[in-house]
């Protein structure tokens, strides 16, 4: 069901948004010319504000798993971006700063290219994949590509590449973490649990989940909100698309008058994620605030 998976993905993002709050102001930035250390990654996630964020964020991630079970990748994802949209309101709700009209009209062009989007492309769910050589591949693709952001956030010494770099790192992971729990969710609708257990997508999630918090910890703490937000927000989505088409099979209509709509629609989205990151508004939390 369509609805259901809608309903479940702006839960999805309303909990990312408390989660992302919590979060960012328990992480410290680490040393320049360093990765955050082992000592400092059990430091933070001891911490309370962040086991609270990540009680969230596990709230967020089930919510996820529920729209992933009714509707594919390429609907999903791209809800996901409106957690700024909550955000922005828990920002204004808890630590009473105001919403200005610039902040309205980024979340206006986020609903408005959204739905241009999804009424353009009818996205339609493909068939699932098992073979494992092409997740292979592309796995290890995204794993030099999160190495390069980690090289990054070590030899870069101005924070905004470093930002760039520790929350590319980040986005590669989370897209993984999406098609690898569409990929297990489907073998425990259709073969059970046992039949989940005893192939390898659920062991791949486990593992890429748990180095996704050790990269969004890295992400949070390199540098500005302002940069490392709009990569994260943009860069998951569009990776965990092109993962749907290329691997799930999934379809998305492509005539002239659509692909003019959608590339609207995602002019709109991406002007309001960037909007809302860089706005004084959400940087009065975490590292990097001017």
Do not use: C
């Amino acid at each position: 069901m369509i609805i259901l998976a809608v309903i479940a993905s702006l839960f999805s993002a309303a909990f990312n948004a408390g989660a992302s709050l919590l979060e960012r102001l328990s992480v410290k930035a680490p040393a320049l010319n360093a990765l955050i250390t082992g000592r400092q990654a059990v430091k933070t996630a001891v911490s309370k504000l962040f086991v609270l964020g990540f009680a969230l964020q596990i709230g967020s991630y089930f919510a996820q798993a529920v729209a992933l079970s009714q509707a594919p990748l390429v609907i999903v994802e791209p809800l996901l971006t409106m957690d700024l949209i909550f955000l922005l309101l828990l920002i204004n709700r808890y630590l009473k700063v105001p919403i200005t009209l610039e902040n309205w009209l980024a979340v206006g062009a986020m609903i408005i290219g959204m739905s241009g989007m999804f009424i353009a492309a009818r996205p339609e769910a493909g068939h699932l994949k098992y073979s494992l050589l092409p997740w292979l591949v592309t796995s290890a693709i995204l794993i030099v590509i999160m190495a390069i952001g980690l090289l990054g956030v070590k030899r870069f010494r101005d924070p905004r590449w470093r930002a760039a770099s520790g929350s590319l790192s980040a986005a590669m992971s989370f897209a993984m973490i999406a098609a690898f729990t569409k990929l297990a969710l489907n073998q425990l609708s259709h073969g059970g649990f046992i039949y989940m257990l005893s192939n390898w997508p659920v062991y791949a999630l486990a593992a890429t989940g748990a180095l996704s918090v050790y990269l969004l910890e890295m992400a949070y703490g390199s540098g500005p909100l302002a940069i490392t937000q709009p990569i994260l927000e943009i860069t998951e989505p569009v990776v965990s698309v092109l993962i749907g088409i290329n691997l799930f099979g999934d379809v998305i209509h492509l005539s002239l008058l659509r692909v003019a709509i959608e590339l609207i629609g995602i002019f709109l989205v991406i002007w309001g994620i960037v909007s809302l990151a860089r706005s004084s508004r959400t940087h009065v939390i975490g590292v990097g605030a001017p």
